[in-house]
Nanobody
Framework: QVHLVESGGGSVAAGGSLRLSCKATVYGDEACMGWFRQAQGKERETVATIGSDGSTKYAESVAGRFTGVRDYANRALFLQMNTLRPEDTAMYYC???????????????????WGAGTQVTVSS
């Protein structure tokens, strides 16, 4: 059974930083893992995906500010968020898929396992 648990959310002023963590109950050597977010009243969007080979892809809105890192030995995924903006305010979710042998998909429907989310609030 795969469970994902996020932590590290909170409230921060614009320009600040937060580091989100996601811990999985199984090893994800052949999984793609990613971060997604949903702001109030908006659709959920992809923030970053990290393949089993460490390859990363970021949404244009966060590229250069956010960095996704995987710790394979500890079954963990991190998202370092710098220079935060009020528009980054959202619930952030960690998700994983084993469908593609470690490669990532941009289609959220292909991620089978999701955490409960952690709230990030950025004040102006």
């Amino acid at each position: 059974q795969v469970h994902l648990v996020e932590s590290g959310g909170g409230s921060v002023a614009a320009g600040g930083s937060l580091r989100l963590s996601c811990k999985a109950t199984v090893y994800g050597d052949e999984a793609c893992m990613g971060w997604f977010r949903q702001a109030q009243g908006k659709e959920r969007e992809t923030v970053a995906t990290i393949g089993s080979d460490g390859s990363t892809k970021y949404a244009e809105s966060v590229a250069g500010r956010f960095t996704g890192v995987r710790d394979y030995a500890n079954r963990a995924l991190f998202l370092q968020m710098n220079t935060l903006r009020p528009e980054d305010t959202a619930m952030y979710y960690c998700a994983a898929t084993w469908r593609f042998g470690g490669r990532c998909s941009e289609d959220q429907r292909e991620y089978d396992y999701w955490g409960a989310g952690t709230q990030v609030t950025v004040s102006s």
